[in-house]
């Protein structure tokens, strides 16, 4: 059985950081393409930043908006892929999910909110 588990979310001030953390069993991890991607209100859901299979080595990519501010990892070992957000700002606030991707299967977690505000 496949599971995705987003944690970590929660509310910060603008300027702080938040460490998403996904968790993930059922598949074979170290094949597939890990990505975060989030949605806000009104807004399309948009990817936020990927890290390759360990075939790709690990090759990462990110949004505009976050290149500099956010970092993704992912740790074969334990099944898990992170995102560490860092400078945060008011419009990074949205539903981050994680999804996994090996050519055409797609697993998507059920998400963990992210609110920046003071």
């Known amino acids: 059985q496949v599971q995705i588990v987003e944690s970590g979310g929660g509310l910060v001030q603008p300027g702080g950081s938040l460490r998403l953390s996904c968790a993930t069993s059922?598949?074979?991890?170290?094949?597939?393409?890990l990505s975060w991607h989030r949605q806000a209100p009104g807004k399309e859901r948009e990817l936020v930043a990927s890290v390759g299979a360990t075939a790709a080595y690990g090759m990462t990519n990110y949004a505009d908006s976050v290149r500099g501010r956010f970092r993704i990892s992912r740790d074969n070992g334990s099944k898990r892929v992170y995102l560490q957000m860092n400078n945060l700002k008011v419009e990074d606030t949205a539903v981050y999910y994680c999804?996994?991707?090996?050519?055409?299967?797609?697993?998507w977690g059920q998400g963990t909110q992210v609110t920046v505000s003071s």
């Open positions: 999804k996994a991707l090996f050519r055409a299967v797609v697993y």
């Open positions: 059922g598949f074979p991890f170290s094949d597939y393409v």
